[in-house]
């Protein structure tokens, strides 16, 4: 895989599109400035983020110190363009999605969109309890969910950084299967909230309609931002 060590995280350099062209297996994970951040006082997403089989850039703000540095950019592969590239994908090859996390209500509006426009996708979806750790019994109600649809592809979606965690620590129990952390993604796939028009992702000010929609953000990941600003500056 062609990628760049910046603030000691090996990020993917090229379209997600060509990595996935020899990837079949293991976790595709997303850094931020807000995980950046988290991830100097959560060692689990650390290592989660450090081990996962492809780390993307999601939005281009975790580049910004790379570019001022070396004057180069790194690729941009965001959350939201992997899913859609991966249903594409899974809907040519006829292949098998599960989905993990959100509402019940939100997974019947995913699996409603599923079938008007992937209609060759063959889905599962599982809304896990609403707790910040899951027990061993919750685990193992999940692992056999997955293993009764044996899926060529599991996104995940529990919010950073429960879903990094929680994806390092199953992924050997799928060693065929690709898991994705896409967060987020569920709730603008679904309707919760309305999608971005792609004119925001090309001037680079996705974060900012995410903040409209959702002004909590900014209590949460304002001062994880903080701590990537600072160590982009000094490190």
Known sequence: MNTVNYLGYNVLNIPYSEARKVL???????????SYGLATKNEELKKALKDSTILVLDGVYFGLGYFLRTGKVIKKNQGPEIFYEELNLQNKREGKVFFLGSTEKTLKLIGDRLYNEYPNVKFKTMSPPFKEHFSDEDNLIIQENINNFSPDVIMVGLTCPKQEIWINEHRKLYPKT??????????????NYKELHPIWWKLRLGWLVRIIQRPELINRNIPNIFIYLRHMLVK
């Open 178 to 191: 690709l898991m994705l952390g896409i967060g987020g993604v569920f709730d603008w796939f679904a309707g």
């Open 24 to 34: 079949s297996s293991g976790s595709v994970l997303t850094i931020s400035p807000n």
